[in-house]
């Protein structure tokens, strides 16, 4: 029922092969997926909001505390649905060229945002390079 012979896997590879509308689905919601809960990991509105009361800022027109701490949640949230919904235009922009337009690309969505990620890790690990270095390039 489930070796690599079976019908069931045959149409579970086509259906999940690149430039497959499947392919591209599946692959949009995950990134879109992982986004969202990378975020959620990284970023702390309540911790962002102490360190505010903490250090004397506010935010004009919120309140300390708890609704600061709201306000910065709705923030990120929209922000971090801008985002993913950016990284998943990179991955489908690519597989959509290939799929319907036949266009000579030569790489396909996920290398496209394989290398749209490294480009803007290596421009950040660079600024702080140059900022933490005496002496370091400005720029």
Not at 69 to 86: F, K, L, N, P, Q
Request: charged letters at 10%; glycine letters at 10%; proline letters at 6%.
């Amino acid at each position: 029922m489930f070796g690599q012979n079976s019908q069931w896997w045959a149409g579970l590879s086509q259906w999940l092969s690149l430039t497959h509308p499947g392919h591209m689905i599946l692959g949009s919601m995950a990134i879109v997926l992982v986004a969202l809960l990378y975020t959620a990991y990284l970023v702390d509105p309540d911790h962002a909001a102490d360190s505010l009361l903490k250090h004397g800022g506010v935010i004009p027109g919120i309140m300390p505390g708890e609704p600061t701490a709201e306000h910065v949640d709705g923030i990120v949230s929209r922000t971090a649905w801008a985002g993913a919904v950016y990284l998943a235009a990179i991955f489908l922009i690519p597989e959509v060229l290939l799929r319907y337009f036949n266009a000579p690309f030569y790489l396909d969505g996920s290398s496209a945002l394989i290398m749209v990620c490294t480009v803007l890790d290596i421009k950040t690990q660079v600024r702080g390079q140059s900022l933490t270095e005496p002496g370091g390039v400005q720029g």
